[in-house]
């Protein structure tokens, strides 16, 4: 009988809780939930609701709940959430010099503890995040992705389904550039039914959804005073699935940049093939002169993230 696969999530909050749900749900692996000692009951609190929720929908995946790293050994995806999560009137950026000193603690367990895992990363400031754990592990940009590009898709895609009174299943929407104000929705890319969305919504109502998108973290932190939790979780999840199933899914994520769309040694949002090696290659699109310039943009507040990463 073939083993089953296993997820480590590093950090049991909101995300962490729902990221463990999904996974169950979908029979996609047993799941280590870990937190830090301090929250060790409730990983091991929250791994007991889930079991239960799952035994009684005849679910059989395993979740455990620890603040061991020694229980993550063996996994096959680590999906890394730690961090303080954004509150109202904070930007992601706000939040770099908190998070970095958590993000570099978890890099280094996960490099002694986890070394063939593909690494998924979800805490914010994402881009500076995600580059702070491939430059602490060492690993392969094939193995440490981030997860934004898929969720801002999803955003602006959820937006425009909304406005053209269509299903979201017609809508097929692009985002790329590092996931904050300067992201970049591509409206050539852009489609509803597979007629360009340029031709069904007029321009302004497509300027204020773009918008929207940009901001719509924030929204929600607004509304609730917390970063969302939901969407984020069945990103990484979607994102592990295609890996675990060798899927070769096309989804915008957080990849490390060699030379591709111009750029090098940072991370930033673009279509990637995710399948059994991980990120199996960055797919390059063709990019209008506007949007050129937008990425342009959002590269260069990305490029001084990691800056002022470097120096904390």
Do not use: W
């Not at 709940?65 to 961090?83: E, L």
């Not at 303080?84 to 603690?105: E, F, H, Q, T, Y």
């Not at 490099?111 to 593909?118: C, G, H, Q, T």
């Not at 991980?278 to 310039?293: D, H, Q």
Request: charged share 25%; hydrophobic share 45%.
């Amino acid at each position: 009988m073939p083993q089953r696969k296993k997820i480590a999530v590093i950090g049991a909050g909101n995300i962490g809780g729902e990221i463990a749900m999904l996974a169950g749900r979908k029979e996609l692996a047993d799941v280590v939930l870990l937190d830090i000692p301090e929250k060790e009951g409730v990983a091991k609190g929250k791994a007991l609701d889930i079991m239960q929720t799952l035994a009684m929908q005849g679910l059989d995946s395993k979740v455990t709940g620890t603040s061991n790293y020694d229980d993550i050994q063996g996994s096959d995806v680590v999906i890394v959430t730690a961090g303080v999560p954004r509150k109202p009137g904070m930007s992601r950026d706000d939040l770099l010099s908190i998070n970095l000193k958590i993000i570099r603690a978890v890099a280094t367990n996960v490099k002694a503890k986890a070394a063939n895992a593909l690494v998924i990363v979800i805490s914010n400031p994402l881009d500076a995040m995600v580059y702070e754990m491939k430059k602490v592990t060492g690993f392969s940009r094939n193995k440490v992705i981030g997860m934004a590009g898929i969720l801002d898709s999803a955003r602006f895609e959820c937006f425009l389904a909304e406005a053209a009174g269509t299903s979201v299943k017609n809508v097929s929407a692009m985002v790329l550039g590092g996931h904050g104000d300067t992201m970049v929705p591509c409206l050539s890319y852009t489609t509803i039914g597979g007629v360009p969305a340029t031709k069904v919504i007029e321009k302004d109502k497509l300027e204020a959804m773009i918008k929207r998108t940009r901001g719509g973290g924030g929204e929600i932190v607004t509304l609730m005073g917390t970063s969302a939790y939901y969407a984020p979780a069945a990103g990484s999840i979607a994102m592990a699935e295609a890996f675990l199933k060798d899927q070769k899914r096309v989804i915008a994520c957080a990849a490390f940049l060699e030379g591709e769309y111009g750029y090098k040694d940072l991370y930033m949002g673009v279509p990637i093939v995710i399948g059994a090696e991980g990120m199996e290659r960055v797919v390059t699109i063709e990019l209008s002169a506007e949007e050129k310039a937008m990425l342009e943009t959002s590269a260069k507040a990305v490029r001084e993230l990691i800056e002022a990463s470097a120096k904390l």
